[in-house]
């Protein structure tokens, strides 16, 4: 669990709480890990059953995200799916019969959890075709980055999903001094 132990893990916590405003509460929610060996944040992506299909790794403190395989935790007689089988970092925890919001990355999906919409997922980076057609949900909000990348993302997942859900944009570029939930 996130912030026992070692000093490393409660200074990566201390951030995480302080810096990025996430809650205890969420960072249990979501199941999240740290890895003393690489000092990095562990987030579980699982697809909407729960089945786990990658660890994603961010190294505290920047932006450098790397994936962990089976074999790196001890578990050398299985393979994680590719996250393009459509699987994203809080997928079997969404309520399917509430608005959803989608958004790029597990750090900004961890904020807007501690802000209070509890029904959010992320992409884990740009958002792929398989991605965008798991994403068939009655009420949507998309809060990608208004990058290029995210601006992809965005469009993706709208041409996926029209005509099938209630969609709404989310331009945090417009929220003086943001540019991503997070």
């Known amino acids: 669990i996130l912030g026992r132990g070692t000093r490393s893990a409660k200074k990566v916590k201390r951030y995480l709480n302080r810096e990025r405003r996430i809650s205890d509460?969420?960072?249990?929610?979501?199941?999240?890990?740290?890895?003393?060996?690489?000092?990095?944040?562990?987030?579980?992506?699982r697809d909407s059953v729960g089945r786990l299909c990658a660890l994603r790794a961010r190294i505290a403190g920047t932006k450098k995200i790397y994936e962990i395989s089976p074999e790196q935790?001890?578990?050398?007689?299985?393979?994680?799916?590719?996250?393009?089988?459509?699987?994203?970092?809080?997928?079997?925890?969404?309520d399917f019969s509430s608005p959803v919001m989608v958004v790029e990355a597990e750090i900004e999906?961890?904020?807007?959890?501690?802000?209070?919409?509890?029904?959010?997922?992320?992409?884990c980076g740009s958002l792929g075709h398989r991605q965008a057609q798991e994403l068939v949900y009655p009420f949507m909000y998309f809060g990608f980055d208004w990058?290029?990348?995210?601006?992809?993302?965005?469009?993706?997942?709208?041409?996926?999903?029209?005509?099938?859900s209630v969609l709404f944009l989310l331009k945090w570029n417009e929220v003086e001094g943001a540019s991503d939930p997070g």
């Open 73 to 94: 935790v001890g578990i050398f007689d299985t393979e994680f799916p590719s996250l393009s089988t459509g699987a994203m970092f809080g997928a079997h925890l969404v």
């Open 147 to 164: 990058d290029k990348a995210g601006k992809k993302s965005t469009k993706r997942a709208y041409d996926e999903c029209r005509g099938q």
């Open 25 to 45: 509460e969420t960072l249990r929610y979501f199941d999240v890990r740290y890895d003393p060996s690489s000092d990095a944040v562990v987030f579980p992506v």
């Open 109 to 123: 999906a961890m904020t807007i959890h501690t802000l209070g919409f509890k029904n959010v997922i992320a992409a």
